[in-house]
């Protein structure tokens, strides 16, 4: 995988778009290869929940959310609900690696379709209960949430298998 966080041209949606990418790209880079049983390890006894099937997952349904519920105004098909707040992780269980990793790669390719019909001022057809964001801040989101979860498949990885990387 060719990842690079160095934008073609130096404008403001072009720079954020490529952060974007690279950012789903590491978070991508960080689950090829892994064998199912290390895909859905969670070897961390304060967070059950956590393996890189799961983070991905989640990654996911993050995306869904973000841009085809809050930017364009789409139906929350998200697995979530107020009884099962976890549900993206919980489903996880029950999904291939590659399953996951190729419902994570439709996600992009849809929410990447919206967003290229968007201009980064654009508000968003859903508001949050404290303000009214536009496209700009949910991609600047997008970045913020994918990488600080790519910490956590940094170490997810390296405990599995040892392999440390960028």
Known sequence: MDRTDTPSTVDERTTALTLLRYVRETALAKAEGLPEDLAHATPLATSPLMSIANVINHLRWNEHYWVEVVV?????????????PDGEFEIAAQMTLDDILTGYRQQIAACDAILAERDLDDLTAKPRRDFQPNVRWVVAHLVEETARHNGHLD??????????GD
Not at 72 to 84: K, T
């Open 72 to 84: 364009a105004g789409g139906e929350d098909r998200a697995p979530w609900s107020d009884e099962h």
């Open 155 to 164: 170490i997810l990885r390296e405990l599995a298998d040892g392999e440390v």
